[in-house]
């Protein structure tokens, strides 16, 4: 078929890695050809990973091994850091979708500040070009502007499902953009698949943490969109991450503050009406409370929205599936919308509830 | 599309209802005309499961108010008893898909005495050859039956999954139908979804522990079907279930006894041949475990085969997703077989791991 | 020993009766005279809770059959309005300790709005004394009273957490009283034992989500304790509370503002010196996290305190075992301190963990 | 108090180090002197377990840098092949009770089949003779070598709570010592606390699956005990370890066959009357399902039999903390039975339910 495209994939034996083939062998048009990871190179993939065992899939390439000239598009799952430093030595005929940290903040010193690294694109002519170009890869508030660039980066999790429910009020007007309190809850899953006491099904069972509260690296980048959205230069939010113990599933609770003239019953209108086409994001009716149950394993975004006691205080919760929605569910939507299709191909998994 | 068939559930508010509801809803020749629920009739299904609600559903209706004559095929996930009630009340016509116990017993004494009341089939004429005519709905292994049969009684999730396991070795006669222990652990969707106390998060959550020792109402339908592969008619065995704590998935453990004259080895090469073409069933490697969320959410069936240390001992591991194999995804394979359409048609989700 | 006494316990088959005989069954000067359950009254009460099978006990009683006059102490289990009913017959001459909300709230007309039915204390002179004398038992701020008190009106779990974070704060003047959003998260225990579809654990497994926003039951009370701890008769606070997949625990992450003039280490000391010499509330070191994984099943508050990137801004993070410190334990907490005990008596066990 | 003795342990960062820990700082008797762990010597103990913040406990120490001496009990919670030698340099005029698996099997070729390296007693004469001279530490089974003995090795969990189960039956001769099949779950504390991809929450939350099938080490030790309690020399028993997704607990359910002339009754009444003044072992009322819920933080074990419908079967499901019963709290048991204490000081505590 003519439309049939060819993927590979960089760092594919992690979590988001695997999602990303779970979900693009349903994609009618896509063919995997490499799934590189340098570690476990050699191995079969349907060994590694029994639940892919029905897929005819090849073992884990080098990506040194691999021929990216063939592949159509690249989506690398590498963690920051490892993606500049390979990306480098990507073809520049490609399309690149990064799922990583690498090209999400515009500005090399703010990177340098949360990441604890120089970025390459400081020294390295490709990869500041590619910084310089790319687009901001969330997909409902920047369709035109992936439709056209070759390089999509891909939102964090807790910045798709924080910018999905503050952008219509940030971006009206109605929201105080200074006035921004994020509680997020996530799944384990988002923590990563390396092997950390810290991760321990013991250590985090039936139990619920703050971690990075106040320094968590998403923090910046849900700054610069609130920035840009605003055109408020120096926007600082509250941002307290917690862990729950659920596999998958990340929710966030913001507490916002509506801004003079404004009611509560006008933002839902305008919410409601914001997300009317969008295929991912539904805005529930009220009395129906967002749970993360309700999108798991799928690419939807729930929007609550709730009047407070407080005077003009609103609360606006979202769920996501963070390794969905929140990662590679959002890389296979972009990808549909550089391509041309439609946005929702590949994508119409239903949530597994229970 | 001339293929497009219409379908109407009964009971639909269940777990195996809307599970049935979620595989179905991405089957591409299947149209969901009625979705009936008599205690929630005029709810709006969107808010009743708001993981369905990117599906165009409607209301459930009474089932009293739906024209069956206008659907080509029926699914019961009612409660048993109930389902032989409303099903005498089904069109001759259509085809019926039945989730429930009510129909696989084929001897209505063996029904009375598990299930505490009469089977309507010793009064009702229809109900009566309903019963003999229907096919026992294990799709791999009968396949032939199903493909012409108008009501086909879909297994138990134990009954499934110990078949899958079982069949080969007793079929076969290589392993002792009369030397079979059956050690399940299932997670608490199993259960079903009315709210006993006993079920709640935390009278279950982080505990394991036995239910129905030597009485589950599942052991007469495994007997039932041993009997009829290896020609013994009077096959007794241990089984004991377990509750542990997740949500779906169902693990059987079976201890059993080669025959004189078998190997392990001639065995699991038996098993590997047996399943070859079988898309949903895979015999895996030697040294792969078997593990309930490798298929969770999927329709798939791992099995591992071990030698043990005993003489002429071997231990077959299953696993399946009870609500998927185990249930809605397996009436849907079945639906598939007798609608002469491959049988993965709608069902090559694969398994959400983490 | 001259220093036991007997004790009661009205509705004693919920989650926080039988903590309540957990814990005082291990208490040295406490004898548990009846346990009353209706609806279970006549089934042995290790058969019922097997887990309390090594301690010697009876069945449950119906309360009409119990001599309460020949016990020291009546604890009151039940649910709110039901607690207000029967405690209405019982002798004036015991101590009654309630853990449910029927006497938390001074002002019966609060209660009617919340609570959707009028305080019998309107009707009735006895229980119009009783709320008016009644001592709100959240021990570690008012010690003075509840060592003379005959009625001791126990906290809500959410308003143990939260007063004890904010209390120092506020009393102070450190922290603004009307800019106080408190999110919390709590294990499923807290929604109580009774059998309904939503605390299933395949509803609520694997999910989290929002319950109640900004009108659940324990807001009035959080404001009406914040308002005497801050002279300022009118306070009103978001709080957002929500369901994750644990049995037990509870935390609360409290964005609060500083007055004009305070910094954060002077709050930070202000807290660690509060809280020194109290045996149960512990606030933690800089750089350890709040977990209620570590203080479950223990009658111990952990509180973190957390400088925020806003100006003047500052999140507080306190865990607790709902049904411990949030209802059995601080229970007999109170007990011990009204008997002039050593206030640990009983409530030594230590968090389990894992 | 004369009776106060000074324990030292090795190994104190692990999970049986910690619940160790947590146990004897409840016990009367008991001072904990050194904590050892080398890899986290220097850091202070409540810092690396806050849920251990209230007690006053110094900081880990390296076991070279404590004086061994001056503890009357050594408590060894080393992985195996540590244990033995670090135990090596031990002072013999100790107590040692150890938890790991170096002195449980008698025979150091058996040792060396199953854990891959040579007993150090080959080559050491000191524990050549604390390997002759140790006593097996299953605390009801060998109570009067308990007393007398100076090295106690303690049984492994699932041998704890198989041979609970199986004791009374074997040794009576009632059961089939040549017919029993062990099939076990066990939460995933069970496989320690070090840093592996597969203890990680996502890989086992959610799912259940066998693992060491056939070969897991704990068989060799209750092939050992079964023989001594038979005296059949060449005992084989099918073991099949499963992992369930919780933190604590370990069900075994045993499928065994009677001897001729033996019946379910007796055999029922048998263990009814053999464990009737055991305070930490309960046979459970027929219809009461042992549920490891109900054990959870204790040192309970629950055991439940059940006639089968095959002839001459019995199912036997016994249920315990793997680290309390199974681990840390049998060690307290022995050294109180070695002590001459009271059995159950320190180890009164009632389960965590839920």
């Given at each position: 078929?003519?439309d049939?495209?060819?993927?590979?994939?960089?760092?594919?034996?992690?979590?988001?890695?695997?999602?990303l083939?779970?979900?693009?062998?349903?994609?009618?048009?896509?063919?995997?050809?490499y799934?590189s990871?340098?570690?476990?190179?050699?191995?079969?993939?349907?060994?590694?990973?029994?639940?892919?065992?029905?897929?005819?899939?090849?073992?884990?390439?080098?990506?040194?091994?691999?021929?990216?000239?063939?592949?159509?598009?690249?989506?690398?799952?590498l963690?920051?850091?490892?993606?500049?430093?390979?990306?480098?030595?990507?073809?520049?005929?490609?399309?690149?979708?990064?799922?990583?940290?690498?090209?999400?903040?515009?500005?090399?010193?703010?990177?340098?500040?949360?990441?604890?690294?120089?970025?390459?694109?400081k020294?390295?002519?490709?990869?500041?070009?590619?910084?310089?170009?790319?687009?901001?890869?969330?997909?409902?508030?920047?369709?035109?502007?992936?439709?056209?660039?070759?390089?999509?980066?891909?939102?964090?999790?807790?910045?798709?499902?924080?910018?999905?429910?503050?952008?219509?009020?940030?971006?009206?007007?109605?929201?105080?953009?200074?006035?921004?309190?994020?509680?997020?809850?996530?799944?384990?899953?988002?923590?990563?698949?390396?092997?950390?006491?810290?991760?321990?099904?013991?250590?985090?069972?039936?139990?619920?943490?703050?971690?990075?509260?106040?320094?968590?690296?998403?923090?910046?980048?849900?700054?610069?969109?609130?920035?840009?959205?605003?055109?408020?230069?120096?926007?600082?939010?509250?941002?307290?991450p917690?862990?729950?113990?659920?596999?998958?599933?990340?929710?966030?609770?913001?507490?916002?503050?509506?801004?003079?003239?404004?009611?509560?019953?006008?933002?839902?209108?305008?919410?409601?009406?914001?997300y009317?086409?969008?295929?991912?994001?539904?805005?529930?009716?009220?009395?129906?409370?967002?749970?993360?149950?309700?999108?798991?394993?799928?690419?939807?975004?729930?929007?609550?929205?709730?009047?407070?006691?407080?005077?003009?205080?609103?609360?606006?919760?979202?769920?996501?599936?963070?390794?969905?929605?929140?990662?590679s569910?959002?890389?296979?939507?972009?990808?549909?919308?550089?391509?041309?299709?439609?946005?929702?191909?590949?994508?119409?998994?239903i949530?597994?509830?229970p």
């Amino acid at each position: 078929m003519s439309d049939t495209i060819n993927i590979g994939i960089l760092g594919a034996s992690g979590y988001t890695g695997f999602d990303l083939i779970r979900l693009s062998s349903l994609h009618s048009n896509v063919n995997i050809k490499y799934a590189s990871a340098n570690t476990n190179a050699g191995e079969k993939i349907s060994n590694f990973f029994p639940h892919l065992n029905q897929l005819n899939l090849n073992t884990f390439k080098k990506w040194e091994d691999c021929n990216w000239d063939s592949v159509d598009i690249i989506f690398s799952c590498l963690p920051h850091g490892s993606s500049q430093d390979i990306i480098k030595n990507m073809p520049t005929s490609n399309i690149i979708i990064d799922l990583s940290a690498d090209f999400r903040l515009k500005d090399p010193d703010v990177y340098k500040t949360w990441y604890g690294r120089d970025h390459e694109a400081k020294n390295d002519k490709i990869l500041s070009k590619i910084l310089e170009s790319s687009v901001y890869g969330l997909s409902e508030l920047y369709k035109d502007n992936i439709k056209s660039s070759n390089f999509i980066a891909c939102p964090g999790c807790y910045p798709t499902a924080s910018l999905l429910c503050l952008a219509p009020g940030v971006k009206s007007g109605m929201l105080d953009v200074n006035n921004i309190i994020i509680d997020a809850k996530s799944g384990i899953s988002g923590a990563g698949r390396s092997a950390k006491k810290e991760l321990l099904f013991c250590e985090v069972g039936e139990g619920a943490k703050p971690y990075s509260v106040a320094n968590h690296r998403h923090i910046p980048e849900i700054e610069q969109e609130l920035s840009k959205l605003s055109n408020d230069s120096d926007v600082k939010i509250n941002f307290t991450p917690h862990l729950v113990p659920m596999s998958r599933g990340e929710i966030v609770t913001i507490h916002a503050k509506l801004m003079n003239g404004c009611d509560f019953n006008s933002l839902f209108d305008f919410y409601k009406n914001s997300y009317k086409e969008t295929p991912f994001v539904k805005v529930l009716d009220s009395g129906i409370n967002p749970d993360t149950l309700n999108v798991r394993g799928s690419n939807m975004c729930h929007i609550g929205l709730y009047k407070d006691r407080m005077d003009n205080s609103v609360t606006i919760i979202g769920v996501i599936d963070n390794l969905v929605k929140g990662s590679s569910g959002q890389a296979l939507q972009n990808m549909n919308i550089r391509m041309g299709w439609d946005e929702t191909m590949g994508l119409n998994q239903i949530a597994l509830f229970p």
